[in-house]
């Protein structure tokens, strides 16, 4: 399709197989992080998530239905290279007292990265007088939210922790 | 250095460069997504976030300078995925009603990166005691955080205005 004839929609259907692509990566890396935790706490609050983000995948695929479309995934390269560095970080501070703190931040950044994508997909669903997309993707966006504010007082704590 | 040693200092460290990286390539694609743009307001508002990121690329080399080190980069993954999804968009959209839109997309997916950096960096300079760190980062933070509710309306008016 060329350039002109790519309106709103299209860039909406393109970001929403984005966050698919991302939502998969996260669901699998999240037990990875649940893992390499050293607290129950952070473990908990990481598989807590992992079953959030099966709901939010859920959701992502009614989103495609309402749309009459099948759900289908992009290569989505921000959430490869967040992914990557949080990889790096679980194999730099193994072992570490610093771990649960490393752990975490990357943890933040990939809900920083679905923040301002859910965002951007409330405003753009609300625009194009899709009604049902905005409700789906405005409940993951608000969890998104509060799992971000979780994750950073359990970040508040862990290096708290490590201080003492 | 082996994992026990390295302690929340050199994660803090660690992720300094990454922001350090990330916001250099940041001022390089400002101008692009700037050049992009299809108004005035969208031009002006890169045009000076890139500004603010050239106080804010000073502002850590101060942190840096605090701990009594060289300032250094080291290559970040997650910017450059999210630099790269911009680019796409750029291409992909060009001559579209929808290009605005997805331009500020992506510039709030930077935002957010950046809010997530900055928003652990200040917690970590705290817990280490780095008040005069802490200080710096903090009002990076606060501009970040102000330029994504800048962008945020934007891209409600750049979607208005496509579908008026």
Request: hydrophobic fraction near 40%; glycine fraction near 6%.
């Amino acid at each position: 399709m060329a350039g002109k004839e790519r309106g709103l929609e299209e860039l909406f259907v393109e970001t929403l197989k984005d966050i698919y692509y991302a939502e998969k990566q996260i669901l699998r890396s999240l037990p990875k992080m649940a893992k390499a935790a050293t607290t129950e706490a952070l473990r908990d609050a990481f598989m807590k998530h992992r079953d959030e983000t099966e709901m939010q995948i859920e959701r992502l695929e009614r989103v495609f239905e309402t749309m009459g479309k099948a759900a289908r995934g992009k290569s989505c390269q921000a959430i490869l290279g967040i992914v990557e560095e949080s990889q790096e970080v679980m194999e730099d501070f193994k072992g570490s007292a610093a771990l649960d703190a490393g752990i975490l931040a990357s943890a933040q950044a990939v809900e920083h990265y679905e923040i301002s994508r859910y965002g951007t997909l409330v405003t753009w669903a609300n625009q194009l007088g899709m009604k049902d997309a905005g409700k789906l993707l405005s409940q993951t966006l608000e969890e998104e939210k509060k799992t971000d504010v979780l994750l950073s007082r359990l970040a508040e704590q862990a290096v708290n922790r490590q201080a003492a």
